[in-house]
């Protein structure tokens, strides 16, 4: 089967740094991506890694370990507006994504 | 707006009505994925097509749902006979082609409310 977990919710205040963890159980693996949903709106890609290693995107990087079957979004210098739900997904042989059930983040002043 | 569009963005069917999402990808793209989300939940993979192909509908319930991408116009997600069920947001992506299907763009979705 495929599985997902990361966790459910996540708090923070302004300018503090979080990371958010995504462990996956899945076959034909080809990368982990990310994404941003505010409020139920449209998700936003944010980062995809298919190599271990880090990926930088200014406020954000991703990581991947692909021996652990691991990876985290790093959020830095969080402001209020990066208040949201973060999902991770699996790229799986150029198929669809499949998706964690998200991790709410709280930032607060 | 060149982002991906979805219409109707609210829609509210009696149980037993048909309802019809649409999906039109960004310019350029050519494939189409569609999902379900329901409250505090993930996104689940309903299915993946190209123009007048469907690619995988491995995640789509095996009656009342149905999906195509004609050659021309928009694609169309299409639930008969709705239960109550069914009622979740459907989320429309594109992706410009398979090789770069991990970076997907997602329309406003469609609010589907059966009563």
């Known amino acids: 089967g495929q599985s997902l977990e990361q966790p459910s919710e996540v708090t923070a205040v302004e300018g503090a740094i979080v990371q958010i963890n995504c462990t996956y159980q899945t076959s034909g693996f080809y990368g982990l991506s990310w994404y941003q949903q505010h409020d139920g709106g449209a998700p936003t890609f944010l980062s995809y890694?298919?190599?271990?290693g880090l990926e930088e995107t200014g406020r954000f990087s991703s990581f991947l370990s692909r021996s652990d079957s691991y990876g985290y979004l790093l959020l830095q210098e969080l402001q209020m507006k990066d208040s949201a739900s973060y999902f991770c997904?699996?790229?799986?042989?150029?198929?669809?994504?499949?998706f964690g059930k998200g991790t709410t983040l709280s930032v607060s002043s | 707006n060149a982002g991906v569009m979805q219409n109707p963005r609210h829609l509210v069917r009696r149980r037993g009505q048909e309802a019809r999402l649409r999906c039109s990808p960004m310019k350029g793209h050519s494939h189409v994925y569609w999902y379900r989300q329901l409250p505090e939940e993930g996104l689940k993979f309903m299915v993946y097509l190209q123009k007048e192909n469907i690619i995988d509908e491995s995640g789509m319930p095996k009656e009342r749902f149905s999906a195509e991408f004609p050659k021309e116009g928009p694609s169309i997600l299409r639930i008969q006979q709705v239960v109550r069920g069914d009622s979740a947001a459907y989320f429309c992506?594109?992706?410009?082609?398979?090789?770069?299907?991990?970076?997907?763009?997602f329309g406003p979705g469609t609010r589907l409310t059966v009563t």
């Open positions: 890694n298919a190599l271990d």
């Open positions: 992506a594109s992706s410009m082609d398979r090789d770069r299907a991990y970076e997907q763009y």
């Open positions: 997904a699996v790229n799986q042989a150029g198929t669809a994504l499949i």
